[in-house]
Each structure stands twice: as structure tokens, then as C-alpha cells.
């Protein structure tokens, strides 16, 4: 690839980052959960509305999990990263243009078309993950996919202003419709943006085992999975650190899909909620840039373990959470870390595995994502349900933020990286390209 395309592919690559996290914003953490709450749920109480929110969310984590190894084992095999990628996006903008469908106390379809978009959106993750270590060279795969989430952020805070202006500058007569019409905004702007993406990045090569040649695809990649378990020894480090994700990124998932709804349950208005939001869009693309250069600084290790002791602070704040300033401040350290905690984690992982397993073992980095993040939800909405409120579901994300550092802090990330390189030189001689 010569350098010219090269940039190119990096461009697009971290435009689709602008183009998807328009859902991450508009729809999992700003409107359609207030919509989902004060609408969609009107006759339910506020805190059976969080707790259907919170279960919501887990169900569809936990499908996109079931699937994903499976699925990325077939991508690795068949060669098909991006064509499976380009499956989930459409889904996922089909299911988010069907939000707009609903109404006053439809909160059952609000979750079911919710669920559907979300298969979408986390799917296409996998596989769009998968191919950062096919686009960006290993000594810039940090800053690329920092620049992945600060490019997210600007993408998907623009829109959101614009779905806010569009909610609340339209007469109270108008709020609903603009509302749904915000799910329809999110759905086009996931599509046309994507369009870079599926021009410019290229699926890489396929390898092909030669003991796989001549297998029905489905029965070349459930084998290829298998193995990948049974080989699993091999990626100690790998392996650890991917425990550790599933650790703190249940804190880090809980916070995300759960910070504007708690805020409603306390009674906070919706410019302050979707306004704080707003605000850690746009404050998290400096913070985004700083985390990639401090992974140059200090390593990406310490890094990621500097935004878990902040992370656990805003824990502990989010109990003492009673005035509206407060949700303000807690924002703001929130788009302190939030970028790039996700950024390093991704692109650790990328150089932990080899690259032509890519998709499959971002399948396993995507399960971690999605499965055991079910856990942070599920306990937050368990605890409001019993408790009446979320006061004590928040203190409950420490131990997930201490857990998961801990391990962290015991994964060897050099032999990790060394790993994966012998490993790549291994399937690469005993291979061929196709």
C-alpha cells in the first residue's frame, strides 16, 4: 500500500468512528433514554423505567456476545471483515430508523427496536476494530485509534447539538416529533458517512490453513474457534488483559449507558443530562489526543491505569450526586478519560494478537466488551429496583474499576506484544494467501 493510500485508508477508517458514534450519543447515552424513560414508559415509575433500561441493555450485549467469536472466526476465514462489518452497520441503521415509530408508553418496542440497532452497531465494532491493525502501522496504532475516538466524539457531538436544537428550540407541541425525528437523523448520518470507509479501507488478505482447504465455511470456522481456544495458553498476556477489560469496563460501559437516565431519576432537568453530554463530546477530543500521546510518554499500561483511579472517583462522587452542578463536574472528568481508556485498551489488544486473526480475537475482545459488561448494568438495575433508587448502584462500580486495574497492573504487555509477533511469523509460513 503506498503512502498516499495508506493516509487515506487511516482517514476513513477513523471517519467511521464520526460516522457511528452518533448512535453511541443520540441513542444509547443522551436522548432516547430520556425519550425511553419519560415517554415510552409513561405509567411506569422512574425507577422501573431504569431498571427496564438497564436489562435492555444487557440483553442486547449479551446477544451481540454469543455471536461475535463465532462470527469472527468466519470473517478471518472467508476474508470478509468488511463485507461482515458493512451486514451489522445496515442492520443497526435500520433498527435505529425504526425508533422513530415509537410513541407514548411503547416502552416494549422502544427496547425491542433498541436491541435490534444495537446488534448493529456492536457487531460492526467487532469487525471495524478488527481491522485497525491492518490499517495502522504498529507504531502508530496508538494514535490512530485515539484519533478514531476523538474524530467519534466531534461526529457524534455535532449531531447531537443538532438533535438538541431540534428538540428544544421546537414548540413544546413539536417535542415528540422532533425527538423521533432525532432517531431518523442518527440513522442517515450512520449511513452517508460510512461511504468513506467502505471506498477506501480494503479487506485484507485471507489466509487459508492447509487443513482447511476444501472446508465448508462454517465448519473451517467453528474449528478455527476451537483451536483458538485450545491455543489459548499461548496468549498468557492476552489473556489476562482481557480479563481486566472485563473487569473495569464494566464500570466504564455502566457509566456510559447509564449516566443520563440516573440523572433523570434524580430529578435533573434535560439540559442539564443531555447538556452534560453534549459537553463531553466536544471535551473529550483534546483528552482523546492527550491519552495517545501519553501512551508515548509513560506507556499505554499506565495510562489506562490513570484513567481507572479517576474513574474510580467519579464513582464515588456519583453517590454524592445531588446538585445539578454536580453532574456538570462529573461530566467533565468523565470526558477526561473516557476516549482514551478505550482508545489504549483497543489498540493494546490490537498488538497483542496476530494479525491475521485479527477479527477472531477482536471477537473475544468483543464479548469482553459485551458479555461481561451485561454484569455493570444488570447489577445497577437489580440494586435500583430493590433499593427504590440508584444511589447505592453507583458505589457498586469501584470494586469492577479496583478489580480490573489490579490485573492490569500484572500483564506484561511486552511479551504480550512478542507473543503475538512469533505467533504472526508462524501462520504466515505455514499459510497461503488466497
Known amino acids: 500500500m503506498d503512502d498516499i493510500q495508506h493516509k487515506k485508508a487511516i482517514r476513513a477508517w477513523t471517519m467511521y468512528d464520526w460516522a457511528n458514534s452518533t448512535f453511541a450519543t443520540t441513542i444509547m447515552a443522551a436522548v432516547l433514554p430520556v425519550y425511553y424513560s419519560s415517554v415510552a414508559s409513561e405509567g411506569l415509575s422512574r425507577s422501573t423505567a431504569t431498571s427496564n433500561w438497564a436489562f435492555t441493555t444487557s440483553i442486547a450485549l449479551i446477544l451481540v456476545g454469543v455471536l461475535g467469536p463465532i462470527l469472527g472466526a468466519m470473517a478471518d476465514f472467508s476474508g ?35 436491541i435490534i440497532a444495537s446488534i448493529g452497531f456492536s457487531g460492526a465494532n467487532v469487525f471495524y476494530d478488527s481491522l485497525l491493525p491492518h490499517v495502522a502501522n504498529p507504531d502508530e496504532i496508538d494514535q490512530v485509534s485515539s484519533r478514531g475516538y476523538a474524530m467519534g466524539y466531534a461526529g457524534g457531538g455535532i449531531l447531537l447539538a443538532i438533535n438538541l436544537a431540534m428538540i428544544m428550540l421546537s414548540p413544546e407541541s413539536m417535542t415528540i416529533l422532533m425527538t423521533r425525528l432525532s432517531f431518523l437523523t442518527v440513522s442517515v448520518w450512520w449511513f452517508v458517512f460510512t461511504i468513506p470507509f467502505w471506498k477506501n479501507v480494503n ?120 446538585k445539578e452542578i454536580q453532574f456538570w463536574i462529573l461530566g467533565f472528568a468523565v470526558a477526561m478519560v473516557q ?30 466488551e459485551k458479555i461481561a459488561g451485561t454484569l455493570g448494568p444488570f447489577v445497577f438495575g437489580m440494586v435500583s429496583r430493590l433499593m427504590g433508587g440508584s444511589r447505592l448502584s453507583i458505589v457498586s462500580l469501584i470494586i469492577f474499576f479496583a478489580a480490573g486495574g489490579f490485573l492490569l497492573s500484572r500483564v506484561n504487555e511486552k511479551e504480550g506484544i512478542a507473543v503475538a509477533e512469533r505467533e504472526e511469523q508462524i501462520l504466515t509460513s505455514t499459510t497461503s494467501i488466497d
Open 80 to 114: 470478509s471483515k468488511k463485507r461482515f462489518m458493512t451486514i451489522f452497520v445496515i442492520i443497526g441503521v435500520f433498527g435505529t430508523a425504526l425508533l422513530f415509530f415509537v410513541k407514548s408508553g411503547d416502552w416494549l418496542m422502544a427496547s425491542f427496536f433498541y
Open 203 to 322: 479487506e485484507p488478505k485471507r489466509r487459508v490453513y492447509a487443513h482447511e482447504a476444501g472446508f465448508n465455511p462454517v465448519k473451517a470456522s467453528l474449528k478455527r474457534l476451537g483451536n483458538t481456544f485450545s491455543e489459548i495458553k499461548k496468549y498468557k498476556e492476552l489473556t489476562k488483559f482481557i480479563v481486566a477489560f472485563w473487569l473495569y469496563n464494566n464500570g466504564i460501559g455502566t457509566i456510559i449507558f447509564m449516566a443520563s437516565i440516573y440523572g433523570t431519576e434524580l430529578g435533573f432537568s434535560s439540559t442539564t443530562t443531555i447538556g452534560t453530554l453534549l459537553m463531553v463530546q466536544f471535551v473529550a477530543i483534546p483528552f482523546a489526543f492527550l491519552f495517545g500521546w501519553l501512551a508515548k510518554k509513560i506507556g499505554t499500561k499506565p495510562s489506562i491505569l490513570l484513567s481507572l483511579v479517576i474513574y474510580t472517583m467519579i464513582a464515588i462522587g456519583g453517590y454524592f450526586l445531588y
Open 339 to 368: 476516549g482514551g481508556s478505550q482508545a489504549l485498551s483497543r489498540s493494546l489488544c490490537g498488538r497483542m494478537m496476530p494479525k491475521s486473526k485479527s477479527a477472531e480475537f477482536f471477537s473475544f475482545f468483543s464479548v469482553s
